[in-house]
Each structure stands twice: as C-alpha cells, then as structure tokens.
C-alpha cells in the first residue's frame, strides 16, 4: 500500500498519489504552473493514518498543471409528455489536469 491523501478541492473530494496525474475540477492557473493545496482531509500510509479536524495543518501537497480542457459534452432533455415539447441543453465540464508531485508533511 502506498502512501496517499484526501484532498478537498473544487467542492469535491480526491485520492492523490505522488507521481499520479487526475482529473479535476478547473484551477485559474495557467499550465505549467505549480499549485499547492493545503485542504489535506487525511494521510495514509503503510503503518498508520492520520485525520484532519476538519484538515491536517501540518501537511500540504504540491501538484503541476499539465492541461487545461473541457470533459466531453452531455445532454440534458427536457421533455412534457402530450404536449410535443422537447427541450435539449449541452453542457461542457471545465477541468484541469494535474501530476502530483509531492505529499509533505511537516
């Protein structure tokens, strides 16, 4: 088992690995850039784990963006029955792809 973190992020929550690159919502960055997040919920390693009340001061992980890209496109159908009305929306996630290079902790 390796060593990983819960982060909080963009409202949602993410398992980073060092090395690793994920998917995630979009950062304001441009790529290239080095971002840290410091919203660590918990560490696990190979002996123990530890849990953040609500985050882990001690502990922050730094990560670089590789691309920044739209998710592939969904439809939304409205549609009323008996009525012959049918209302279609597309819509394209903003995301940011990051490579996790470092989980340190103090």
């Known amino acids: 088992m390796t060593k990983y973190a819960l982060v909080e992020t963009g409202g949602k929550q ?3 690995e060092a090395g690793k690159t994920y998917k995630i919502e979009k950062i304001a ?3 290239g850039a080095e971002v840290v997040f410091d919203k660590i ?3 696990h390693n190979e002996e ?3 849990f ?3 985050y882990i001061q001690k ?3 730094k990560a670089t963006i590789v ?4 998710d592939k496109k969904i439809k939304i159908i409205k549609f009323k029955r008996r009525k012959h009305h049918l209302k279609t929306q597309g819509h394209r996630q903003l995301l940011t792809k990051i490579k996790v290079n470092t989980i340190e902790v103090k």
């Open 48 to 50: 123990n784990a530890d």
């Open 29 to 31: 960055a441009e790529v």
């Open 41 to 43: 919920l918990s560490l």
């Open 14 to 16: 993410y398992k980073f």
């Open 52 to 54: 953040g009340t609500p």
């Open 59 to 61: 502990a922050k992980i």
């Open 67 to 70: 691309e920044q890209f739209k």
